[in-house]
């Protein structure tokens, strides 16, 4: 491990802890104070804590994702299913193979067929709120991560009677980016690689048969003509999969206390108002912290030399509060001037599915409090160990519902 306690200031964070989990943000904080960029000594790696740092890492040319093959982990037999589709993920690589299929995804993801589900969306969303049982029940568990796993599902092609099992693989995969990894989440995530695949690669060739008018078809179309082969049409639908519905639950589940919380709450869910109300919330509580780059050529950071095989952080979440650009952003506010914010990354890595998570997020919100007016939630909500991932493992709500709006 390079020693970097020349260069800048060492913190330590159990990243696990409770009382960090629960709220990280009196810890980033401290490290904007100390500095645009921090050795964190429990990851053994700097981080960049400010909104321009942050910006510049993750947009730096010499600075990626993909790890450099002499730097790779050898090949471990017991995750051969997993290893499998990260080689080929959007998430994992760089240019040309990355440029090449973004490109690709982007067209399947066009404006038009967003704005297409728009109205499924709705409707799906007032199905989950009709299903409300009677009583105390976990809203992330009934609303929040249905309405993000079945909206992904139907734009992507899949049928929404698969969603749960779907859920479940993506949430043991997307386990392996935590800092809770540990062997018992490796075995968990090799066989939910391995069944999530086999699952795909039926659809997949259902698709080749009976092509429909929605993304894995795209794709598939995209691999007949020689433009993606095999092995990353299939990373990539399980990619957009699991990534399409982790950050829109988090999201959705965090901005329930928020909204529940600010006086302005009808006006900042109005249709005028609710594009900047899912910004707000987006800063505010982001769904994803911390994401790494590699380096690849040296290269100076604020200050900080870099060198080839070094990594560095960006905490997307303590950007999103950088007291420079919001001297105000540790107070929520729907209605402020909005600034760019990170919490859906920046640069060539930047979430594909952004403008869908946002659609989502801004018909999802106003319905569930147009339907239920007087939610209630009736015991803190728990903040679940999943950093780099921030959001709740289980909100215990009540609610009477209202019946949905006449059409």
Known sequence: MRDFSSFVPVVEQD???PAFVENPYPFYRHLRAQGDVVFWK???????TTLETVRQVMKHPHLGRAVPKALRPTARPELAAFDKLEQHSLLEIEPPDHT????????AFAGPKIAGIAIPISQLADQLI???????????????KPLAARSITAFLGVSQDHAARLQTWSNAMVAMYQARRNADVERQAEAAAGEFADFMRGIIAERRKVPQNDFISQLVAFQRSGDLSEEELLSTAILLLNAGHEATAHTLGNAVPLLLDFTGRVEAL????IAGTVEECLRFRPPLHLFTRQVYQPVTVAGVPLQPGNTIGCLLASACRDDAVWPDGEKFDPFRIQHRHTAFGVGLHSCLGAALARLELQIGLPVLFARCPDLTIVEPPRVANLYHFHGYEAMQVTVRQAPPPST
């Open 15 to 17: 990243p696990t802890d």
């Open 42 to 48: 429990d990851y053994g790696f700097p981080v960049a």
């Open 100 to 107: 090449r299929i973004r490109k690709l995804a982007m067209q």
């Open 130 to 144: 009709d299903a409300l049982p009677e009583g105390p029940f976990d809203l992330i568990e009934a609303y929040a």
């Open 270 to 273: 109005a249709p005028g108002s």
